[in-house]
């Protein structure tokens, strides 16, 4: 079965740091490409990183040099590690995978699969 399970959003001040998680079904290396986009009320989604299962990896300009993405295939787990969060990070969280090649600049509707999502929070 397939399906991505996030967690690990919370509110933080502005300069901290959270780490998400998304659980992937049946398998990290059952996608192709797994990644995250966000979506901030009354925002358009944003693609903000990806990566292939061959450990390319993809970021969205206002991320990069933040955010880090990464995998642990033998746990089957995706991650997000946040750092320098700002308020304009605060947004809903959406683990997504795919068994094609997809990127973090990829529009998130082309994504095959999607997590119910987590809320982070940062605070000025």
């Known amino acids: 079965q397939f399906y991505l399970v996030e967690s690990g959003g919370g509110s933080v001040q502005t300069g901290g740091s959270l780490r998400l998680s998304c659980l992937a079904s049946?398998?990290?290396?059952?996608?192709?490409?797994m990644g995250w986009f966000r979506q901030a009320p009354g925002q358009e989604r944003e693609g903000v990183a990806a990566?292939?299962?061959?450990?390319?990896?993809t970021y969205a300009d206002s991320v990069k040099g933040r955010f880090t993405i990464s995998k642990d295939t033998a746990k089957n787990f995706l991650y997000l590690q946040m750092n320098s969060l700002k308020p304009e990070d605060t947004a809903m969280y959406y683990c997504?995978?795919?068994?094609?090649?997809?990127?973090?600049?990829?529009?998130?509707?082309?994504?095959?699969?999607r997590g119910q999502g987590t809320q982070v929070s940062v605070s000025p």
């Open positions: 997504v995978a795919d068994e094609g090649a997809l990127y973090a600049f990829t529009p998130p509707s082309l994504w095959n699969h």
């Open positions: 049946p398998s990290v290396n059952s996608y192709r490409s």
């Open positions: 990566i292939e299962r061959d450990g390319s990896i």
